[in-house]
């Protein structure tokens, strides 16, 4: 999940100096380790949520949220493969009266390491179940199964096509031809490329199979092809105006826009338009009117047909915007770098930049869809014009 504009996840690398121990002293004492201080709330009703940290990410944090069942405890969304994200949910889960091993199901919204991440480990601790849309279940297992030098190679064609400049592609094309043991193994592990394979399916319009709950499944493709939100289709427990309540994922926050990029398959030519099906989701679920919305990130808030609104406006601006600079025929690359992000384009580090251009490639789908653009004839790589 990110926002609108690109994210620096860099991490600080330094190595911290040792203090000196000389010959025949006494090593000194390592330093405890601080308490873990799960940051848990109680949404009432038998719903809580627990801020699960995201590692060197300006984020912060994932919302998991606990749904209590007559069989035990479900989660919605479990966090970031990352040692301190473990303990501190099951931390969490200990301040709200339970344990990792009560964990009865998993329901992941779609299949982004901070939301996925966990979801095997917590498997693996309690024997629960994993349900996730067939859409994002289908990514989950290409991602396990590819060589990574299939990803690599696709990514600098995929670049290059775009018009990105040959100094940008070379880091790809180098790592492209690495030996196969050093892509695997040798460099930082990559997120996701062991993420767990669900075992059941989460089928759009359908009530999940919840013991003494009514959670519908809503599909909301647009972040990802197989997003979810879910719809509790019970009285809110301070009887809020509205319709229940909605775990909303990354599709529906309070105060930032999910990114909304090309969905990456290699081994497809299907030509789609992920901004298209995410306008489309935010009006169903503005038409839902639930009461209170549970989102993954940032914090619990009410009036979703407001907020609804408030994206569809920003996205028609920006579109608007977008075609403006496209007066004269420009590559998805240099739209990118006209686009306006948190920080200037020179700041914006290498790996965001290959997004940025995800997402300038987005919206231009969505303007040839509308007729409001076009691909100019032979040109090579490809630019886009006004129309």
Request: a negative charge; charged letters at 20%.
């Amino acid at each position: 999940m990110s926002q609108d504009t690109p994210q620096d996840t860099a991490q600080d690398t330094t190595p911290q100096a040792a203090p000196p121990v000389g010959p025949g002293a006494t090593p000194p004492a390592a330093p405890a380790a601080p308490p873990i201080t799960p940051h848990v709330t109680d949404h009432g009703g038998g719903v809580r949520g627990i801020k699960v940290p995201i590692p060197d990410n300006p984020l912060g944090h994932t919302l998991v949220h606990v749904l209590d069942t007559d069989r035990g405890p479900v989660l919605i969304d479990t966090g970031w493969d990352d040692p301190e994200s473990w303990d501190t949910l099951v931390a969490g889960l200990d301040a709200l009266g339970t344990a990792i091993a009560d964990v009865h199901g998993v329901v992941i919204t779609h299949h982004h390491p901070d939301h996925h991440g966990l979801s095997g480990r917590v498997r693996e601790a309690s024997g629960a179940w994993i349900a996730m849309h067939a859409a994002d279940t289908e990514v989950v297992v290409r991602t396990r199964s590819a060589e990574p030098g299939t990803w690599l190679d696709y990514m600098s064609e995929k670049l290059a096509a775009a018009g990105a400049p040959a100094e940008h592609i070379a880091p790809l094309r180098a790592a492209g031809t690495l030996p196969r043991g050093v892509r695997h193994g040798r460099g930082p592990r990559l997120p996701g490329l062991r993420a767990a394979v669900p075992d059941r399916e989460i089928v759009p319009g359908e009530l999940l199979p919840l013991a003494g709950r009514r959670l519908r499944a809503i599909w909301t493709p647009g972040h990802t092809p197989g997003h979810v939100c879910l719809h509790l289709e019970e009285r809110h427990p301070a009887d809020l105006p509205g319709h229940g309540r909605l775990f909303s994922g990354d599709h529906l926050l309070p105060g930032i826009s999910p990114h909304i990029g090309l969905y990456e398959d290699p081994s497809s030519e299907l030509v789609t338009d992920p901004l298209g099906d995410y306008l489309d989701s935010l009006e169903r679920i503005g038409r839902l009117d639930p009461a209170e919305v549970l989102p993954a990130h940032q914090h619990a808030f009410t009036d979703a047909p407001a907020r609804v609104r408030e994206l569809l406006r920003h996205h028609e601006e920006r579109l608007t915007g977008l075609r403006e600079l496209l007066a004269e025929p420009l590559t998805p690359w240099e739209l990118a770098e006209r686009m306006e992000w948190n920080r200037p384009w020179e700041q914006i580090p290498y790996g965001s930049r290959n997004i940025a251009v995800s997402e300038a490639e987005a919206h231009l789908r969505r303007l040839v869809k509308q007729g409001r653009a076009e691909a100019v004839p032979g040109s090579d790589p490809v630019t886009y014009r006004a129309l």
